[in-house]
């Protein structure tokens, strides 16, 4: 006796904001040679994400019925999560897996699942003042440069540039946070948590 094939597959977005909407698209084909019964659309919600609603052939949570398939017959679902408050790049891999009470005859298309990295977006400042603000050639002048997250979630990483410009020699350097590469003008800052504010201190001679 002929069975139906059911076959699965799967798209979505490479990445997603914390909070932001995932949208996954999954295709449901019987490729034959026979008519597919009792078909069955599994898509259990991973880690991280938060089912929302789903829509096209199927319209409720997951697993959606979707009944006898004649040969040939595609079937289209979109489903919409939330990404949760994950760190960042964190990999969460949505699985959707397609079954039958007809026998299938190849069962290695039955399952389909594309990963998806969750990106935290928040807000991270510099602002730069200098002092005195007139100084004679020879004279030392003082820079401070303030790096502030201001949210709304942790920065991790952060690298703050601040090369000197020409005619004026670096002699030293205070982060309250991090390292200073004078070589590079790169300030390491590393993590900053939201609302956390931290600071740069460099002299230099003024030379021309």
């Not at 979707?66 to 891999?93: C, F, H, K, Q, S």
């Not at 977006?121 to 510099?126: A, E, F, K, R, S």
């Not at 703050?160 to 030293?172: E, I, K």
Request: with cysteine; net charge negative.
């Amino acid at each position: 006796t002929a069975n139906g094939d059911v076959a699965v597959t799967k798209t979505g977005p490479a990445t997603v904001l914390v909070g932001g909407s995932v949208l996954y698209t999954l295709t449901v084909t019987n490729n034959g040679p026979a008519v597919a019964t009792g078909v069955v659309l599994a898509d259990p919600t991973p880690a991280n994400l938060t089912f929302v609603t789903a829509a096209g052939a199927c319209t409720t949570a997951f697993p959606c019925a979707l009944g006898t398939m004649a040969v040939g017959e595609v079937r289209t679902i979109t489903a919409t999560y939330t990404a949760g408050n994950a760190p960042d790049g964190t990999v969460v891999t949505n699985v959707a897996t397609v079954s039958s009470t007809s026998p299938d005859p190849v069962p290695g298309n039955n399952q389909a699942s594309t990963p998806t990295t969750i990106v935290q977006l928040t807000d991270v400042g510099v602002a730069k003042t200098v002092a005195p603000a007139t100084v004679v050639i020879g004279g030392t002048v003082t820079y401070t440069v303030t790096a502030t997250n201001h949210g709304p979630n942790p920065a991790s990483a952060v690298v703050v540039t601040d090369r000197l410009p020409v005619g004026v020699a670096y002699l030293s350097s205070t982060p309250s946070q991090g390292t200073y590469d004078p070589a590079d003008g790169t300030w390491a800052v590393g993590a900053l948590a939201v609302g956390q504010s931290v600071t740069l201190t460099m002299t230099a001679t003024v030379q021309v």
